[in-house]
């Protein structure tokens, strides 16, 4: 255990000293490895939506992911209120902020869970949905979070996909958006959503890559002993379509 804790601390030195790396420098092949345009921004800021019953891989799978990006990203955790929200399984989570105070959010991702079910009706929700959607750079949801970002309007005209064992749940809130049933995730440039409850990680781990580069994204991959699966197309929970 003593052995795999220092693996991963000296992983995620190496993943912060690759992201803090002057402008200039480049890596060994920086064809293959040029992030995205955007990725010059010094600092961005991630809020994580809270709300009871959320899905807890959901919301601590690209939690995990985005966490160890370093001092590039700071990850904050949002819900109506600040404080205390409990999980579908139990375990809470803190929220930072409430949607009163939350500072300026550069990325925002949705997760999903059953408790998505009566947050379709909450216009609180809905409207600081859209409200974030004016400025963020993505705005992201993990399995029926996308339901979240369909009701409030915000994939209309996008491609966009969710859980596969609940996709005509996620589909009724958004006629008007092109879903796609075999996907792991679908990236529609500042609209990127995943699959179900897993899938986030693999998400997670591509809008890295979008955004710092593939040897980041690699590097906590490989610092958190994940296979990440990187074919956005190949989805093998399509065939539990409903």
Request: charged letters at 25%; a negative charge; hydrophobic letters at 45%.
């Amino acid at each position: 255990m003593k052995r795999r804790i220092a693996g991963l601390w000296i992983a995620s030195l190496v993943c912060f000293s690759l992201l803090a790396a002057p402008a200039g420098a480049a890596p060994p092949d920086a064809a293959a490895d040029k992030p995205a345009a955007g990725a010059e921004k010094a600092t961005r800021t991630l809020g994580i939506v809270l709300y009871p019953r959320f899905e807890l891989l959901d919301v601590f799978g690209p939690a995990e992911i985005f966490g160890n990006v370093g001092a590039k990203l700071k990850v904050v955790m949002v819900a109506e209120k600040a404080g205390e929200v409990a999980s579908i399984q139990g375990p809470k989570a803190v929220a930072d902020y409430g949607f009163d105070d939350c500072p300026p959010l550069d990325l925002v991702l949705v997760p999903g869970g059953f408790g998505t079910i009566p947050e379709l009706k909450n216009e609180a929700m809905l409207d600081w949905l859209r409200e974030q959607a004016e400025t963020a750079e993505i705005m992201m949801s993990v399995c029926s979070g996308s339901a979240l970002l369909a009701k409030a309007g915000l994939l209309d005209g996008r491609k966009a996909t969710s859980n596969k064992q609940y996709f005509s749940f996620a589909t009724a809130q958004g006629p008007k958006v092109e879903w796609i049933a075999k996907a792991r995730w679908v990236d529609d440039g500042n609209r990127v959503t995943s699959s179900g409850v897993s899938a986030g990680i693999d998400m997670a781990l591509h809008v890295v890559e979008r955004l710092w580069g593939t040897q980041a994204a690699e590097t906590i991959a490989e610092a958190t002993e994940y296979q990440w699966h990187r074919d956005a197309d190949n989805d093998p929970f399509a065939k539990v379509l409903k």
